[in-house]
């Protein structure tokens, strides 16, 4: 699957928790950048792809 294993509105787990406690994050936005919603507290947060792909541990949900 390689690079491209996730999709939008896939649920994902990061390598680090959230700081309000979860770690399950829901893509909302791709593109150059990937915009990711914490399940817990919905803070959004906007990280470059490469750097999505290095701390990004596993999808949870695949909508794809």
Known sequence: MGEG???LNDVVE???PHPCGENRW???RM???I????LGCDHSVMLPRREFTK???RV???HG
């Open 5 to 7: 294993a996730y999709v």
């Open 14 to 16: 990061m390598k680090k």
């Open 26 to 28: 829901k893509i909302i």
């Open 31 to 33: 593109g150059m950048d």
């Open 35 to 38: 915009r990711i919603k914490c």
């Open 55 to 57: 701390k990004m541990k």
């Open 60 to 62: 949870i949900e695949h």
